[in-house]
């Protein structure tokens, strides 16, 4: 898989998930468990940055093991949980992934992408 191509789905994961942060950065927990758009707005974009990721581990397993401080394995099983277990996923999860999860991986996506792109 070229660079280009892996800086490609990068900024993709990352976009999917500051835009899942961004839905909820200024809602309280009670709103979001109570707002159905909301919550399903926030995991189609949990969805996309997590089946994007699963993309790049499937095309790029040498990348994925070049950058462990990612949680691969977690996104793809969010992606999975998301996708075929629609009916049943625990908004809890979704709230706290979003909150506390979701800052960092894009802290660590950011650094990743640039870092990539400097070729350093």
Known sequence: MSSDRI??????????????YAMIENVNKADFLSD??????????????????AQLMKFS??????????????LRGMRNRIAHEYFD???ERVWSTVKDDIPEL????????HWRAQGE
Do not use: C, Y
């Open 7 to 20: 800086l490609h789905l990068l900024d993709r994961i990352e976009r999917a998930a500051s835009q899942a």
């Open 36 to 53: 159905i758009v909301l919550q399903r707005a926030v995991g189609m974009s949990l969805l996309m940055a997590s089946e994007t990721a």
């Open 89 to 91: 996923i625990n908004l």
């Open 61 to 74: 397993p040498e990348f994925i093991m070049e950058h462990p401080e990612i949680p691969w394995t977690s």
């Open 106 to 113: 894009r802290d660590k996506l950011h650094m990743l992408r």
